[in-house]
């Protein structure tokens, strides 16, 4: 969608940016929370997210593997942030919640709209859908880093319907008691 935007605008959006400080994973409330997760995807090993798991090309949600899971964790929790974006907070590219409380994995496209036995429960990514939003950053703007992180959870998120990030907010502030993050970048000239 943002491919064909013209260079120039990117160029000029390129001091509009919330920042990492402004990513859930640093939020005073949710800064305190241990961590002790860790969160891995040969996607993020690579200096910049490989193109199939963005808008230029086809679109998939990268695969995903956590271990450290503590006993007491009722439910984990995943999020995907471009801290980068020209909004004044965070594009949120994924809510993925009420995952199984112990070391697991996610493969590659399983963030989708479908919340079935075989796919994740998902919440509401920032253009108000659900399942995965491919990175798209304007031309020209620079490079965007994209932040998964990862929440044990000493609840259920007992959400009804599909959560947006403020739900999400929330509940990390009452209910995370671990958590852990990796990091990728991503440039469209």
């Known amino acids: 969608?943002?491919?064909?935007?013209?260079s120039i605008?990117?160029?000029?959006?390129?001091?509009?940016?919330?920042?990492?400080g402004k990513l859930l994973y640093h939020d005073a409330e949710i800064e305190t929370v241990?961590?002790?997760?860790?969160?891995?995807?040969?996607?993020?090993?690579?200096?910049?997210?490989?193109?199939?798991?963005?808008?230029?090309?086809e679109g998939l949600s990268p695969p995903f593997a956590w271990k450290?899971?503590?006993?007491?964790?009722?439910?984990?929790l995943l999020v995907i942030e471009d801290a980068d974006s020209p909004t004044p907070?965070?594009?949120?590219?994924?809510?993925?919640?009420?995952?199984?409380?112990?070391?697991?994995?996610?493969?590659?496209g399983a963030i989708t709209t479908l919340d079935d036995e075989d796919h994740p429960q998902t919440g509401l990514n920032s253009f108000l859908n659900t399942g995965y939003l491919p990175p798209d950053p304007p031309p020209g703007h620079g490079?965007?880093?994209y932040v998964a992180q990862i929440y044990a959870l000493d609840a259920k998120s007992g959400f009804d319907g599909s959560p947006g990030r403020p739900a999400v907010r929330a509940l990390l502030h009452k209910?995370?008691?671990?958590?852990?993050?990796?990091?990728?970048?991503?440039?469209?000239?």
Request: glycine residues 6%.
């Open 34 to 57: 241990p961590e002790t997760l860790v969160l891995e995807s040969p996607a993020f090993d690579t200096p910049h997210l490989p193109q199939r798991f963005t808008e230029d090309g």
């Open 89 to 108: 907070a965070p594009l949120v590219h994924a809510i993925v919640y009420d995952l199984p409380p112990a070391d697991g994995r996610m493969n590659e």
């Open 9 to 20: 605008v990117g160029h000029a959006l390129q001091s509009l940016r919330p920042g990492r």
């Open 68 to 76: 450290g899971v503590p006993a007491e964790a009722v439910s984990l």
């Open 1 to 6: 969608m943002l491919e064909k935007l013209p």
């Open 143 to 145: 490079p965007h880093h």
């Open 175 to 189: 209910h995370a008691i671990a958590r852990g993050m990796i990091a990728t970048t991503y440039v469209r000239n």
